[in-house]
């Protein structure tokens, strides 16, 4: 059929890994996951895995789910694909804005949909831009996240992210992105009771903001209401509030990333419902449609959906947007999801089997590796020191981090290691505790059996 065609090559090295040592894949070949049921998958060689972190922290309501796969078949055959753009729409998409908007902080009203979070947050950006520029305000251009916040990789969000990881080699941050330092407080800059923390987090950003040249100066503050890929770094009771309040104080948007925490991660529906805050915007993905389709929103406030209507030059219309914006068998996937997330009452399981999860990785605090537990719903890390007493981190040449996920997945587990020998579990909000007992069961035999290769070194 095609002409010239070469000789296939078995080669490992023409799929191209995200946030992969690239050499080591080379060296020993991917993991192919080929199927997946419940909370289990099973890989290439037929070893049944654990999924300890729900693919990418996305799969919520588990794998094989047929409400989800009837629903995207039903779309495909009726319509595959229609166009968003000039005014053109799909029935799904549309409801699905109309449930988010219900289903979402009242300040919120409009949706914006994308492919993923990386573009939600893209499109953060530049429609935080647009707004201040169409009402305005055009000194209004610096932003400000979190130290170890994780915005995506966009060329803008990539900068917005605080992790040296992804501004090293890219020319990041842009001259405009700043950071504060998280509110982590297990190693903080701020002192360790609740109130030194969320004190000191709001002096950083008014400090911060005033350096910058003042609310004239300042568009917005980013943040996760529990830092992800930073290493699972939960703040204090009432600091997502006081954060809040500091940017409505300060005259700058406040902006929250619900990517990974959106749709019961962390035992509401979204994280910022524990402490009844209103973002102006916020962006949404992985949970949306639980992985099973691509899909990321933003949410706005109404003031900034109107001046995109009221203010735009009429020769000139918003211009953003994708070809797969709104897209209807994505959309459809998502109505489903949701009906899910509703009837199981998964954001309520996540509570109480998270509870769970916090209180076994507690237990396992015995091994003399464990530094820090910490986790809110079904997200939780351990982080894995050299010495318990002084905290003193692993020599990062060793990689324990990564020793301790590969024996994870010898042991029939999948959890991810982060930065700092941090090892995330995030596994579907369908798990039981029966699950997660194995789960904890297999962590501690890969904390041991990495120890044991260790002294063998
Ligand atoms: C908090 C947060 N924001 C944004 C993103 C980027 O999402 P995506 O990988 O879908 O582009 C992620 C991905 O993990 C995330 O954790």
Request: with cysteine; hydrophobic share 40%.
């Amino acid at each position: 059929m095609f002409k010239a065609l070469r000789p296939r090559q078995n080669a490992t090295n023409q799929f191209i890994h995200p946030f992969t040592q690239l050499a080591d894949v080379e060296d020993d070949g991917p993991n192919v996951i080929v199927s997946g049921k419940g909370v289990t998958v099973t890989d290439r060689d037929g070893r049944e895995l654990l999924d300890g972190f729900a693919g990418l922290w996305c799969v919520n309501i588990g794998y094989g789910r047929s409400e989800l796969i009837e629903a995207a078949q039903q779309q495909m055959s009726k319509l595959p694909y229609a166009s968003s753009f000039f005014g053109f729409a799909n029935e799904p998409a549309l409801q699905l804005a109309e449930e988010l908007v219900r289903l979402t902080p009242e300040s919120l009203q409009h949706v914006f949909f994308t492919l993923g979070g990386s573009d939600a947050i893209d499109t953060t950006l530049k429609t935080i831009r647009y707004f201040f520029n169409i009402t305005g305000r055009p000194d209004k251009k610096h932003v400000i996240g979190l130290e170890r916040g994780y915005h995506g990789v966009s060329s803008t969000g990539a900068g917005l992210t605080g992790l040296s990881g992804c501004h090293r080699f890219f020319d990041l941050p842009l001259p405009n992105q700043h950071h504060i330092p998280s509110h982590y407080r297990y190693r903080s800059s701020y002192g360790v009771t609740d109130a030194a923390i969320i004190s000191g987090s709001v002096a950083a950003l008014e400090t911060k903001v005033a350096e910058l040249g003042g609310s004239e100066k300042v568009a917005a503050f980013f943040c996760e209401p529990v830092q992800g890929s930073g290493g699972v770094i939960v703040p204090p009771d009432g600091w997502l509030a006081a954060m809040r309040i500091a940017c409505a104080k300060l005259n700058i948007l406040f902006v929250i990333d619900e990517v990974i925490t959106g749709f019961g991660r962390t035992g509401q529906l979204f994280a910022c419902d524990w402490e009844h805050v209103e973002p102006d915007l916020m962006t949404i993905a992985k949970g949306l449609t639980s992985g099973y389709s691509p899909m990321g929103a933003v949410l706005m406030s109404d003031e900034i959906y109107r001046a995109l209507v009221d203010k735009v030059p009429r020769e000139l219309p918003f211009a953003n947007g994708f070809t797969y914006t709104g897209h209807p068998v994505s959309a459809a996937v998502a109505l489903a999801c949701l009906e899910i997330y509703e009837r199981e009452r998964l954001p309520e399981n996540s509570k109480v089997v998270g509870a769970h999860l916090l209180k076994g990785l507690d237990a396992l605090r015995e091994h003399r590796w464990i530094g820090d537990v910490r986790g809110k719903g079904l997200l939780a890390a351990v982080e894995l020191v050299a010495n318990q007493e002084s905290r003193e981190p692993f020599d990062p040449r060793l990689n324990v981090g990564q020793l301790v996920r590969k024996k994870a997945y010898e042991n029939g587990l999948i959890v991810r290691a982060f930065s700092d020998n941090v090892i995330g579990l995030a596994p579907p909000l369908i798990v039981g505790e029966a699950d997660i007992d194995r789960m904890l069961d297999r962590l501690a035999r890969a904390i041991h059996s990495a120890e044991a290769e260790l002294h063998e070194i």
